[in-house]
């Protein structure tokens, strides 16, 4: 990270926009703990003692470039001068996910619960992982080929980590956690507990969304709720939504915000809109597994019965009881 680090910070020098000396060294923090990794780096404060220019703007200089970087999901500016930069764990190459990585994240989740068991956020963190890769069974088709949580084959998932999450969420919502590692886990939980996509409690989660936007404003979170409006309300409702949050900034570079886009035109029937944004995604995927589905999805004959599924997944939105998470 701190090579990705100077690296945007050379960039941003040799593209005349900075005109500072490249600090020699760099020091990055965590400064709270989420389900992927996020840094931060007071490099632009330092910096702005130098350059006389306003931290803000050196953090949004770097950022561009960063962004640009392997590796990184997104970056914001934080505070005066922050970088708040996420990380993803995808793998490289053919696979979708570095599952060595996620084991580790899990052992080490598990490993902060045990010491912490009365944290409620250190309890809805391994929530959260064991939820989320309980769906690792169902996220390639029998061709090996990506699949989206609607189309999953949900026969698939581990029901057996399911049960453990569902458990230990239970325990901290009812005592009345709601930070935004719980309610991440609580988006998760929905999805989890559902039979089908069709049968997802979607006004609920919704609902988690808009709290965790409230305690944790984030393009990536922004775009978890237009992606549920679109279901609730319908994708043109959706559709509106998602593109407020891009004009904002912030997923310029996110390619699954291009493919939530593509989604809504198809159901809209604006195929040939849909086919660039699926184009889009495929042009800042993260992996060959998200580029190629990505451009599979942009090649593919139009599928009328797919748009009205997702579409149509609003009619029972009711039909889960109270539960969480993506």
Not at 4 to 15: T, W
Not at 114 to 133: G, M, Y
Not at 201 to 209: E, I, K, S, T
Request: proline fraction near 5%; charged fraction near 25%.
């Amino acid at each position: 990270m701190v090579d990705a680090v100077r690296q945007a910070l050379q960039a941003a020098v040799s593209a005349g926009e900075l005109t500072v000396a490249v600090p020699e060294e760099i020091t990055l923090d965590r400064p709270r703990s989420r389900d992927h990794g996020d840094y931060a780096t007071p490099v632009a404060l330092k910096l702005a003692k130098i350059a006389g220019r306003p931290p803000r703007e050196i953090a949004a200089v770097i950022g561009r470039y960063l962004e640009q970087a392997p590796g990184i999901d997104n970056v914001e500016v934080a505070g005066p001068g922050f970088l708040n930069i996420t990380l993803h764990t995808a793998a490289a190459g053919a696979e979708l996910t570095d599952e060595d990585l996620a084991d580790r994240a899990q052992y080490l989740a598990r490993a902060l619960h045990v010491l912490r068991p009365d944290d409620a956020e250190f309890t809805a963190l391994l929530t959260l992982i064991l939820l989320t890769r309980a769906r690792s069974g169902g996220r390639l088709d029998d061709e090996g080929q990506q699949v989206l949580l609607v189309d999953a084959d949900r026969s698939r998932w581990d029901r057996g980590a399911i049960s453990e999450g569902l458990a230990l969420l239970e325990r901290v919502w009812v005592a009345g956690a709601r930070g935004p590692m719980t309610l991440q886990a609580a988006i998760a939980a929905e999805h989890a507990r559902a039979p089908s996509a069709a049968a997802t409690n979607w006004r609920r989660v919704v609902d988690l969304y808009g709290e965790l936007l409230r305690q944790q404003p984030s393009p990536t979170v922004a775009l978890g709720r237009c992606v549920a409006m679109s279901v609730l309300s319908g994708p043109a409702a959706g559709l509106a939504d998602l593109d407020e949050v891009i004009s904002l900034g912030g997923l310029e570079r996110y390619p699954y915000a291009f493919g939530a886009r593509a989604q809504m035109l198809a159901a809209l029937g604006r195929h040939a809109e849909a086919r660039a944004e699926w184009t889009a995604a495929a042009g800042c995927a993260r992996t060959d597994a998200e580029k190629n589905y990505f451009l599979g999805q942009s090649a593919a004959p139009v599928e009328a019965d797919r748009a009205v599924r997702h579409a149509g997944s609003r009619g029972n939105v009711g039909g889960a009881k109270a539960g969480r998470h993506r």
